[in-house]
């Protein structure tokens, strides 16, 4: 009858160890804080998934663990599922030792606590313009630095503005003017992408910000005046309705097919407009409403960050490696083979000259500005509703004032 | 591992046999123990895999839960505010409507079409084994690539359907099918009719096939063929089939995410916004994870509804 009472005893402990199995599960990913020994691999986590930024990326990222004395241990995940991932990490204290950060979510993140500030390990801030900065920084402590930026700008098609006789506009009359005149038959004069998400949003931010606007209230008389010119340029059909649904890769696909004359758009199109031998493009700064204003660009770029693994020896070496992404010779090489511009502006300079076609970018970053810069962790909920009130207005839903005001009132 | 129970079993068995004496365990107790041992695997992997998050999901939604709450754990609890503030927001009626209009036009159309061609298919022709598996196309094609094609054919300035119909003469200027206010939403119901076809076509042929052909032969006999032999021998032939598929479709409906996500993300100006496509910006875009398992449970309820009446329905058909 013993054996009977051990197998009771038995079939007890399956069941407990059943009804644990999901604290098995979640608790066998967590890092043990391993005693502070010497570190041989760290693990980075990026959004890089596609060529040829995945591989230039990797590789700078693998020089820069050989110069530390460590192996780089890479995991890139598609940029839409890089929140969530990260989201899920830090709940299971699973953090990697670097993470990359789209510069918009770096507040977001960094608001949880899971991010530790660069200034923590002595890296340098100098020589970033404000805007990038700002980028990086979460209640006055900066987090995380961007390598490389970009921003959006004007492109347009030489040989459609000749044959029409069109200099590249200045002002939003000549470019109102310039877009109606090189609209005929399937031709388009302009594209930007005016889509329901925060895309939508980013093209729109160098209209509003160089009139005056500012993204914490929309239900401004500088915000309704860029949108209004939006909405005028659907309306008169010089935009496509449709680009309440293009995507920036769409924009750039019309303009590539001759079907709009010019575009709103960034560098990274740039390799593939290259591409098309037919094609003569030039790059201007975004039109501003006259010559009074001064343009300024929204800030893109990804920025590299320290978590707090709870480790401080890989956290002291992950820090290397930020540090060493940011060097004055990686941003050079990573701005050239990936078509964005070094974040250091003492680099601007030697950068334009070397890159003529990223010229009229590098001046542009100079000034422009993080999209969370003001609005911190806010950004997500401001920037919906200024795609909102984008479409309200474009689809004649509501006029570009009273959509401004609906959104702003939520 | 079930081998190793039944050989216990069987062990225990031969153990109480052979004992005879006062049963200190007893017999009726253990076989308790393996009755429960059997279907602790389902269990588990019911608690696992649909208690906790359904669980989970009606928490949250009494949280305040936000990015931060994933490091720090701290969630506090605010009652029904999630539901107010979600409930009160003014992309909620819109949101709702659209649901339903959603759901109600999809299932029509899937329903009709994928009858008639499941009707059709019975008929014995050439081709019919590869036409009818030709037919299950869209549902082997990952949702994305469906809707990014879907997009392309749909698009306004150089979409296929608009060269289409402007090369017949129909139209002059495109239609914009995606960015209209008004149309968006019958678009996006016709890729999901597109999609939902296949399902309803092999369920219903399924159902045909049961039907025995005496019942056909014994019909024509009475002088009933053609449409009266749809309507008094097909129909209440298939009528516990067709409820299945209905009810099915319905849930599966409610919930389509990807396709409108795909295909316009919410927009024009939120005219395809559903309660599944506001679920998931909320939690995924805007990081407001407890009003996004707000809505995420509102959906969850309209679903329980249709899950109750098809219980119901499948009750009375039984009492019949």
């Not at chain 2, 139209?171 to 016709?190: D, E, F, K």
């Amino acid at each position: 009858m013993k054996s009977a009472f051990t197998k009771t005893k038995a079939i007890a402990s399956t069941v407990t160890a059943m009804a644990a199995l999901p604290l098995i599960l979640t608790g066998c990913g967590a890092s043990s804080p391993a005693a502070n020994g010497p570190v041989s691999e760290l693990s980075v986590v990026d959004y890089y998934n596609n060529e040829p930024d995945k591989t230039i990326i990797g590789d700078t990222l693998a020089a820069c663990g050989t110069q530390s004395g460590v192996t780089i241990k890479r995991e890139t995940v598609p940029g839409k599922s890089l929140i969530a991932k990260v989201l899920q990490q830090a709940s299971s204290k699973t953090l990697p030792d670097v993470l990359m950060l789209d510069n918009p979510d770096l507040q977001q993140i960094a608001g949880t606590g899971a991010l530790a500030p660069l200034t923590d390990f002595k890296i340098s801030t100098e020589n970033y313009p404000q805007g990038i900065l700002s980028a990086g920084t979460y209640k006055d402590k900066v987090y995380g630095l961007a390598p490389t930026v970009n921003t959006i700008a004007l492109f347009y098609n030489k040989d459609l503005l000749t044959t029409a006789g069109v200099t590249p506009p200045k002002t939003w009359d000549e470019l109102k003017a310039a877009a109606a005149k090189l609209t005929s038959g399937g031709q388009y004069g302009l594209a930007f992408d005016a889509n329901a998400t925060y895309e939508g949003t980013w093209q729109f931010l160098p209209f509003m910000w160089s009139n005056g606007g500012d993204e914490k209230n929309i239900a401004t008389t500088e915000t309704t005046e860029a949108l209004q010119l939006w909405t005028d340029l659907v309306k008169s059909g010089s935009v496509s309705s449709s680009a309440l649904n293009w995507t920036q890769a769409d924009v750039k696909d019309q303009f590539v097919a001759g079907k709009a004359a010019m575009m709103v758009n960034g560098p990274w199109q740039i390799p593939t407009l290259d591409k098309e031998s037919a094609l003569h493009y030039g790059v201007v700064n975004i039109p501003v409403k006259d010559s009074s204003k001064t343009a300024v660009g929204p800030l893109g770029g990804e920025v590299w960050t320290v978590p707090q693994t709870g480790n401080k020896a890989k956290q002291a070496k992950a820090a290397e490696i930020v540090a060493c992404m940011n060097s004055d010779v990686n941003q050079l090489a990573m701005a050239k083979a990936r078509n964005t511009i070094p974040s250091k502006s003492t680099l601007a300079a030697q950068f334009a000259s070397e890159n003529p076609k990223l010229a009229s970018f590098t001046e542009l970053v100079k000034t422009a500005r993080a999209r969370t810069g003001q609005l911190g962790e806010d950004w997500p909920d401001q920037a919906t509703k200024i795609f909102t009130a984008i479409q309200n207005a474009l689809t004649d839903k509501a006029s570009p004032a009273d959509a401004l005001k609906q959104a702003q009132q939520g | 591992m079930s081998a190793t129970v039944q050989s216990r079993l069987h062990l225990a068995v031969t153990e109480t046999e052979n004992d005879g004496g006062p049963r200190r365990f007893g017999y009726r107790s253990r076989e308790r123990v393996y009755q429960w041992l059997f279907l602790a695997p389902a269990v588990a992997y019911l608690v696992l895999f649909f208690g906790y998050p359904v669980v989970k999901n009606v928490a949250m939604s009494f949280q305040e839960y936000t990015t931060g709450t994933f490091y720090t754990g701290e969630a506090p609890w605010v009652g029904f505010a999630n539901y107010v503030t979600v409930m009160s927001s003014s992309l909620f009626s819109t949101s709702l409507i659209n649901t339903a209009l959603f759901t109600a036009g999809s299932i029509a159309g899937q329903f009709i079409l994928g009858l008639g061609l499941a009707v059709f298919f019975k008929r014995k022709f050439p081709l019919n084994g590869i036409l009818r598996s030709l037919l299950l196309l869209p549902w082997l094609l990952p949702l994305i690539v469906s809707s990014a094609v879907w997009r392309w054919i749909l698009d306004k300035d150089s979409g296929a359907l608009n060269n289409f119909l402007e090369s017949l003469g129909i139209i002059s200027t495109g239609i914009p099918w995606l960015t209209s206010t008004s149309l968006a939403l019958a678009a996006v119901v016709g890729v999901n009719i597109w999609i939902g076809i296949p399902f309803n076509v092999t369920v219903l042929y399924g159902g045909l096939q049961d039907i025995p052909d005496e019942l056909y032969e014994a019909a024509s006999l009475d002088g009933a063929t053609g449409w009266r032999a749809f309507r008094h021998v097909t129909w209440p032939m298939l009528r516990p089939v067709v409820s299945v598929v209905l009810v099915l479709g319905v849930v599966y409906t409610l919930k389509v995410l990807d396709i409108i996500l795909g295909l316009t993300n919410g927009g024009p100006a939120n005219s395809t916004q559903t309660i599944a496509t506001q679920s998931y910006a909320l939690s995924f875009q805007n990081f407001k994870f407890g009003e996004g398992a707000a809505m995420g449970n509102i959906l969850v309820l309209i679903s329980l509804v249709f899950a109750v009446l098809y219980l119901r329905v499948n009750r009375r058909a039984v009492d019949e």
